[in-house]
């Protein structure tokens, strides 16, 4: 079986999984640095971590134009439903699991903040597992700080986890080379960073960190580009 993981820029990735299209965080229309518009992508499913425009810009309309379900938590879950006429939704919270037609989608914590685009309460930011199969769990951190908990991943057997590398609103390199050791993902991958010139990182420097100090195998994907995984 294979997996196929795209950045599609900022924290927004496409995981092509069977006959499932899993978009995370969709923010394109207005991302200087997006490979393609909203009205290029298709989805079956659409997760989303926290209630920041830079994570939910696009999900509204994306999901309208696809009958796509959108997981996320309650109260964005809500305010879709309520505010942009968003039919299929799953809101969740933390700690909460959910079994969905592709996996096992669970809420982890996040340290960081969530407010909606118009100002509503966004309520609690994430982190995702996704388990597709015994074989290939996905976790994308949200936009989250660096904390001891998430050692409690480590025991998740995570193969691919996704990491903000930007700083100032997130966790910087430094920081997610040493979350990539509590964690222990098999392959680390950066994320939010280069978007705009406030979060503008050096992605080889933060592998060469990775190689040097985890055990985990960084790749650095350019926008657009598919990231494969070979996977029973
Ligand atoms: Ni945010
Ligand atoms: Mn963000």
Redesign the pocket.
Known sequence: MSTQITWLGHSCWLIEFNEYRLLLDPFLDHNPAAPCKAADVSATHILIS?G?A??IADAASIANRCHAQVITNYEIATWLQEKHHVKNTLGMNLGGAAKLPFGRVKQFLAW??SVLPDGTYGGN?AGLLIKLTESLTIYHAG?TALFSDLSMLAREHVDVAMLPIGDL?TMGPEDAVEATNLIQPRHVLPMHYNTWPPIAQDAQAWAALVRERTSSKPHIPKVGEAFRLDHT
């Open positions: 926290h920041h830079d994570h960081h903040s930011p936009d609103f």
